[in-house]
């Protein structure tokens, strides 16, 4: 069976070595296969992402010796797919709006007797979950800006039991509940990372997400994403994060290690491959 990879990156800074590992690692993949490697620029968050940045990525990944098959994907230019997609699941019943801003949710939960934590922090406690039809209609009419969650528990028992294949562990069970009522659709863009890579893996054709070991865990909801739309399940091989002289992983933040400053301070990109090991 061919394979086609990808490497997604959001724009909001300079790539840096464990980007390069990353993109290395799909494309090696898929060119030592013979497969496809796709390019997908995530940008839908219009708050971080900048123009400037994806140029930057395309040279980087140009000068470090990466090539991608067909167009880059441009994930803000597809916000009428992420729309539709929501419609489907709202039209089950499997959506609902909410109107809680931060502040509040970070209230409430204070107050609240426990506060249960998934893999991306406390839970949303459910407050516009229980909104009654009246009042949800009344606050829609109203011009509230809301954000479209997901009904977890709906959600879970409409897909039934899950699992994913990971490459060096085997097929482990995907629990997507621990994750809450997410977001699906954000109050400033019809879209979310989870819905628009699961969607794009989908459209996109790719059967094999490789990514850092940082996206594990979302890989239970992405399962879930995937069942819920009836879209394939790609296998997975979820590497280890680089991490810096102190032990801490990479980040944007940490200037010096950017694809540009070591490209400036002459250092070669043969030498930034073996830096990311590969
Ligand atoms: N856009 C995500 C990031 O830059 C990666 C998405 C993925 O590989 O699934 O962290």
Known sequence: MSITTRFAPSPTGFLHLGHAAAALTAWRRARQAGGRFLLRIEDIDPTRCRPEYTAAILEDLTWLGIDWDGPVRMQSEHLDEYRAALETLAGRGLLYPCFCTRAAIARE??????????????????????????????????????????DMARAVAEAGPLRWHEEAA??????????????????????????????????????????????????????????????????????????????????????????RAMRQAGISPEAVRALAGL
């Open 109 to 150: 939960i204070a107050a609240a007797p426990a506060a249960p934590h998934g893999p991306d922090g406390p839970l949303y406690p459910g407050t516009c979950r229980a909104l009654s039809a009246a009042e949800r209609a009344a606050r829609l009419a109203g011009g509230e800006p809301y954000a479209l969650r997901l």
């Open 170 to 259: 085997g097929w482990l069970a995907a629990e997507p509940a621990r994750f809450g009522d997410v977001v699906l659709g954000r109050k400033d863009v019809p879209a979310s990372y989870h819905l628009c890579v699961t969607h794009d893996d989908a459209r996109q054709g790719v059967t094999l997400v490789t990514r850092g070991a940082d996206l594990q865990p979302a890989t239970a909801l992405h399962r879930l994403l995937q069942a819920l739309f009836g879209w394939p399940a790609p296998r997975y091989a979820h590497h280890p994060l680089l991490t810096g002289a102190d032990g801490r992983r990479l980040a944007k933040r940490d200037g010096a290690a950017s694809l």
